[in-house]
């Protein structure tokens, strides 16, 4: 079952789940819409009212096995985890959640450099701190690579065959010469700790595993000028 | 047996004259804090020592005495007599110690400390910090050159082998390799340099003179994707005809010719096949699976798996008493 919220943003990563569950075969039983009514009247007065509102916003659902939600803005998808009317597993934007990073990853090195971003900021790494830290690595690589300080060779260098970089993800990231994207595998999180690394094992690719998250190139639309 | 290792000499001339071999091999396993202790007459685990937490980098002292273990998570290094098979006493290291070499007379202790971006060194006898160097991001990989006189370190996240030399202190050059270098291995005849990156998927080979990377040894196995293959622990003859590296979570170790550098044969080991080491008459490769928790036992001449070990949780290091 899959609840979307009424966002823009929440839209558009349904979209991506709906492509996702097309391609690896899951069958959406049902999609529901939660209206995000502003004030947060429906989920802003404590524990006793949530409780009562997740079971029956997800009451009369034909048969599912697990329910994605799509909340990017995060107004009601962290209230679903054991409050769905079937007692059913959560994941998307809460429970199961996919992410380029999370605090709890400590494996491929991972830790030393937690440790040294918490030392160095007193709190503790988002995904978005680890996308900073790539960008600007990979600024670093290209210009250690290309050993100039000159725009034009390192971005000949990032968008050329040879340019791969080292994140602490267990395997080299490379650029995804269709669009630019980041090609990297992507952490199950659930608040405590890394569930699971995908790509999943057993899903093969012609060209890299990797390329079985995302768009691939066959499918996208991009063309880069 | 244990009589044995009172004299490590002694063993060893017995192990000489026996063509199985027998001599005691100390293997440290990250994840349950413990070293395993492998006698290599009947291939069986024979005893098991609690250590730090985190116990990594795993060599003999020269002299054959002690066993020193680098336990990162309690930022030292232990010591364990090898008549006694105990922790007898710790080394002053930096931060996180991971891998570690000793100069040729076994006084000296060069430490990488992968958490403060310095190597330390120690003098062994007074068991003392006698100094530190500043190095790349995440120092790991160290090496010193036959002639004691350069010391190598790689940086992980710098992408480097930096030269130090031994008697300033002072890097004298940095080399830049691929991603995530995590090893350094010279040459018996110290003419070349090799350096495993792991994440860039290669072995660097580095002419120690002119401070270059003159080859660059890539590894291809059919029906194995790319970024599985990464290349961590180096082990070479000491006829450098003959090198062996450990290709992680590919599962394999890839036989490579030391002249013209390429691979001759991808052997079969355990999950995630780390760093390894040779028996003293170099009959034997041993290396360690840390996703399989084993050490799988290499019949050099063959170039045959010939037996696999099961030792603790993710073994990483390996170390086996020199006659």
Redesign the interface.
């Known amino acids: 079952m899959l609840v979307v919220g009424s966002h823009e943003e929440d839209k558009l990563f349904a979209e991506a789940l709906r492509r996702a569950a097309s391609r690896f075969g899951a069958k959406i039983v049902q999609e529901r819409v939660f209206e995000d009514t502003g004030g947060a009247r429906r989920t802003d007065s404590g524990v006793t009212l949530i409780q009562r509102q997740m079971p029956v916003f997800t009451q009369q659902a034909p048969a599912y096995d697990i329910l994605v939600a799509a909340d990017e803005s995060e107004v009601f998808a962290p209230y679903l985890p054991y409050r769905t009317w079937d007692p059913r597993l959560v994941a998307g934007s809460a429970g199961l959640v996919p992410k380029s990073w999370d605090a709890a990853q400590d494996q491929w090195?991972a830790v030393?450099m937690q440790?040294?971003f918490l030392k160095l900021n007193s709190r503790r790494m988002t995904a978005l701190d680890m996308q900073a830290w790539t960008a600007a690595r990979m600024i670093g690589?290209a210009a250690?690579?290309t050993n100039s300080g000159d725009p034009k060779p390192a971005l000949d260098f990032l968008k050329g065959p040879d340019f791969?970089?080292?994140a602490f993800k267990?395997?080299?990231l490379t650029l995804r010469d269709w669009n630019l994207q980041l090609r990297q595998p992507i952490l199950l999180v659930d608040g405590r700790m890394v569930v699971s690394v995908s790509p999943q094992e057993g899903f093969l690719h012609q060209v890299?595993?990797?390329d079985t998250l995302g768009l691939d190139r066959p499918e996208t639309k991009c063309r880069l000028h | 047996m244990w009589r044995r290792c009172l004299f490590p000499g002694m063993a060893a001339w017995i192990a000489a004259a026996t063509p199985a071999g027998a001599f005691i091999a100390y293997v440290s396993n990250e994840k349950s804090n413990t070293v395993s202790v492998i006698d290599t007459d009947n291939w069986a685990v024979t005893k098991t020592i609690k250590v730090g937490q985190r116990p990594r980098g795993i060599e003999f002292t020269r002299d054959g005495k002690f066993v020193l273990v680098a336990v990162g998570d309690d930022d030292t290094i232990q010591v364990i007599d090898a008549a006694t098979q105990q922790v007898v006493d710790s080394l002053p290291s930096g931060p996180?110690p991971e891998l570690f070499v000793q100069d040729a007379a076994g006084k000296v202790l060069y430490v990488a400390n992968?958490?403060d971006n310095t190597v330390t060194v120690i003098d062994l006898e007074k068991r003392v910090r006698v100094g530190d160097v500043q190095v790349g991001v995440?120092p790991e990989g160290m090496a010193i050159s036959p002639d004691g006189k350069i010391l190598i370190n790689t940086s992980?996240?710098t992408?480097m082998a930096h030269f130090i030399d031994t008697a300033t202190r002072q890097i004298v050059a940095n080399v830049?390799v691929d991603?995530?270098p995590r090893f350094a291995e010279f040459k018996r005849d110290s003419s070349e340099l090799w350096v495993s990156s792991?994440?860039?998927?290669t072995v660097s080979v580095i002419d120690p003179a002119k401070h270059e990377v003159t080859a660059k040894i890539t590894f291809s196995i059919p029906g194995m994707?790319?970024?599985?293959i990464?290349p961590v622990g180096i082990g070479m003859t000491r006829d450098g005809k003959t090198a062996f590296i450990a290709l992680g979570?590919a599962n394999r170790i890839a036989i490579v010719d030391g002249a013209s550098h390429q691979v001759t044969k991808y052997l079969l080991v355990g999950q995630r096949v780390w760093h390894m080491a040779f028996t003293p008459d170099e009959k034997y490769l041993l290396v360690t699976n840390g996703v399989s928790n084993d050490v799988s036992i290499i019949d050099v001449v063959a170039q045959k798996v010939i037996k696999t070990i099961q030792v603790g949780e993710l073994p990483w290091g390996i170390t086996i008493a020199q006659p």
Do not use: K, V, Y
């Open positions: 090195g030393q440790n040294r690589e250690s690579r791969s970089i080292a267990g395997q080299r890299s595993e990797l | 996180d992968e958490n995440e992980e996240t992408n830049l991603a995530r792991e994440i860039g998927g994707r790319r970024e599985a990464q979570p």
